[in-house]
């Protein structure tokens, strides 16, 4: 049977129709030919023995058998664009489903069908491009679902004309720009979905008035900004997610509106959390979900949080709140999820907690709780984490027997005490970090203190040895403070006037390998500037501004292709990455893919400027960094210098305007390096987190953070794998070598995840505090070869301070870079599971951050 059986059968049934009557049943043929064209993945279109097209699955006719009102398709195979003179000429059809296939396109007669249609679900399919205004004649229309597809664009204003519709949902695409006024014509709105676009701007105003029915609403997954204020008034609201957004000020407003469902986490929300009035609040009474975690809240927690009775999700991690005490929790019976992980939580666990018998999650790590663990309720319990705490004692039996059957549990940086036997190695050396396999166990971060306190001979070595290394580097320092600077601009120019008719193909040579662009004429390649498009600029000015490509301007030669420096007309200065493995896309698909990757922006990422299409060479345009990478701080080059040739030259030149000018204390100073650590975790953060779809960095390392002439770190080379080759995107996904995370080598079938930025980001971690590479450096132990494993036994034995680097020690300061030890520890755990998010990791290093001289 199957496809072919299902064509021919069609087939026979139309010319049998066309056959026996001259009146053929139109709205028969049309669906018919519609399936025909559509290629539907069904085996016989009947539910019985009669032919009429009512009779088949998912077809719905009027009282009189004539015509098709509802044309259900959901989850048959459909492939390629809509047909043209199908389904559109079904004159009465109210609902048409298509969702969860592989169309591709929409046909221009089906917007004919706005006279009658009243419910379109082209949810799940691959429909590209924008979204015309030819909605406007769905006047009828009362749902309207095109969410998880390809369109981008802007959101017509022409749906503000939809006066009946009720369901909305534009989640899961690439709409761009802000939400448009117009919306608030559609009055009859029930559920509006925009979540997961790229949407910016602000909320229109005066949703309470045009929205008196609005139940559901859900904008998260976006860069939407404004206020709270905004929502108020939304008197029939029960389901509200903003999260993963940019808004700002109070949250205390949305507490006056009937929500059974407050998602606001992850955005910038501050203020008193304590000022919302329970009492006053009828909220409490029905709210099942509440989630505000990683803002900017401070103050205590609500003051009476078991009113919320119904309440089964709470999650306030992640904010700045003050310290307190436990909040009254149980007479919340129906709680399932609990996260109060980083809340500035104090004291005991209240004993108490056994009575939240339904709890499946329970969080409270990263606080300052104290005492016994006390008997918790596991009968449903699947995670726990109580890491990084004061907890002593030991682990409650029925807790411990629970153990090898929960999904994960994590115990580290506490001072418990535990006999190891029942455990593997591998659950007591990532659950409890820090800790010697042997019992009892006191994990005591102070211990290191108390040790050191018995070497002081050794110390007093130490010190020697370090004044007379300090004042060695002062010396070579003022040697150097002597010698001319080179101009890192310094570039040698063809001459400005480009001849028009510089004719390719264009060879060019690099360290390793030729690269060749294959176009005619120089002048008619033209260069895209986001920012500056009036600007005419061509690939000849490329070849003017990069001394057509010349060894002297070469920079690196990355896994993407060779990269170099240039100053483009109007004193523009680039970073020309040339993606010598680009050719696996079409133009279209590239440019696009770029065009894209122009469009994310964050203050620690790299921009890209522009981008060029030289024949099958992609080339990308960056923002230049003067002041190198992080690779040339801490291993290899002066700040400032690009190549060896520069450092041992001669001719280096004074000026200051043109090289940032640091002194070796900057350079060497926990503050500096916590900065560049900071900024780091948080572009990879907003690639993680901020992004839709996530970005996965894939290669994350020391020389892809670099430093601007304001010295603030940015990340490079990200979103490029889309472009490449699929050979490269194999290869790039494998990691550098050192920063490779271990489930890479046990498989070649894993693929990189934001899991494994994190072990990335934890090498660099590791690189930021002692000093030492990846692979191949003195690390003081003939038995370790490279610095994770070397760092992590270390840190599991509590003697994290010895390999702290001698250059960046600053009095009162050690506590903090012993806790970033912890933090890169945790980064490049074995198990990508039990590695934090870059969302956590910021959170953790913004603690640690070490206050500035200014202050």
Known sequence: MGVGFFICFLAVVMLLRCSASPQLNTDEFVVSDFFLKMRAEVSSPVSGSSYSVCSWKGVSCDERKEKVIALVASGLGLSGPIPENTIGKLSKLQTLDLSANNITGLSLDIWGLGSSLKSLNLSSNQINGSLPDNLADFGELESLDLSCNGFSGEIPTALGSLSRLKVLNFSGNGFEGSIPDSILGCKSLVSIDLS???????????????????????????????????????????????????????VLGVFQEPLQVIDLSNNQFQGHISQVNLSSSYTWSSLVYLDLSGNELNGEFFGDLGRARSLKHLNLAF??????????????????????????????????????????????????????????????????????????????????????????????????????????????????????????IAVDPDVIREKGMKHRGLRLAVAVSLSVFFLIAGLVCLAFRFRKRTRSWAVKQLPSKEEPNVSGPFSFQTDSKTWVANVKSATSVPVVIFEKPLLNFTFADLLTATSHFDRGT???????????????????????????????????????????????????????????????????????????????????????????????????????????????????????????????????????????????????????????????????????????????????????????????????????????????????????????????????????????????????????????????????????????????????ADLPSKRPSMQQIVGLLKDIEPISADH
């Not at 949703?207 to 997954?221: H, P, T």
């Not at 907890?391 to 001072?415: A, D, E, W």
């Open 196 to 250: 997961r676009n790229r949407l910016n701007g602000t909320v229109p105003g005066g949703l309470n008035d045009a929205f008196e029915n609005l139940m559901f609403l859900d904008l998260s997954g976006n860069e939407i900004n404004g206020t709270l204020p905004v929502l108020s008034g939304l008197n029939s609201i029960t389901y509200l997610n903003l999260s993963g957004n940019l808004f700002q000020g109070s």
């Open 554 to 828: 070469f920079l690196a030669e990355g896994k993407f292709g060779p990269v170099y420096r240039g100053i483009l007309p109007g004193g523009i200065h680039v970073a020309v990455k040339v993606l010598v493995h680009g050719s696996a896309v079409t133009d279209q698909e590239a440019a696009r893919e770029l065009e894209r990757l122009g469009r994310i922006k964050h203050i620690n990422l790299v921009p890209l400027t522009g981008y060029c299409l030289a024949g099958d060479r992609r080339i990308a345009i960056y923002d230049y960094m003067e002041n190198g990478n992080l690779q040339n701080l801490l291993h290899d080059l002066p700040l400032g210098v690009q190549t060896t040739e520069d450092w041992s030259a001669d001719t280096w030149e004074e000026d200051a305007g043109i090289v940032e000018n640091i002194t070796t204390e900057g350079m060497t100073t926990w503050r500096f390096r916590h900065k560049i650590a900071l900024g780091a975790a948080r572009a990879l953060a907003f690639l993680h987190h901020g992004c839709y779809p996530e970005i996965v960095h894939r290669d994350v390392k020391a020389n892809s953070i670099y430093l601007d002439s304001a010295l603030e770190p940015r990340l490079s080379d990200f979103g490029l794998s889309r472009i490449v080759g699929a050979s490269l995107e194999d290869e790039i996904s494998r990691g550098s070598p050192g920063y490779a995370p271990p489930e890479f080598s046990e498989s070649e079938n894993v693929s990189a995840t934001t899991r494994s930025d994190v072990y990335g980001f934890g090498i660099v971690l590791f690189e930021l505090i002692t000093g030492k590479k990846p692979l191949g450096d003195d690390y003081t132990d003939e038995r370790e070869t490279t610095l994770v494993s070397w760092a992590r036994t270390l840190v599991r034995k509590n003697q994290g301070s010895r390999i702290i680097d001698p250059k960046i020690r600053e009095t009162g300061l050690e506590k903090q870079m012993e806790e970033a030890l912890r933090i890169a520890y945790l980064c490049t």
């Open 319 to 440: 904010n700045r709140f003050s310290h307190q005490n436990f909040p009254q929790l149980e007479q919340l019976s129906g709680l399932e999820y609990l996260n109060l992980s980083k809340t500035s939580l104090s004291g005991q666990i209240p004993t108490e907690f056994s009575k939240l018998v339904r709890l499946k999650t329970l969080d409270l790590s990263q606080n300052q709780i104290a005492g016994y663990i006390p008997d918790l309720s596991v009968v449903n319990l699947q995670v726990l984490d109580l890491s990084m705490n004061n907890l002593t004692g030991g682990i409650p039996g029925p807790l411990l027997n629970k153990l090898p059957n929960m999904i994960r549990f994590n115990f580290s940086y506490n001072y418990l005490k535990l006999c190891a036997a029942r455990l593997s190695p591998e659950t007591f050396n990532t659950a409890f970090v820090g800790s010697h396999n042997d019992c009892p």
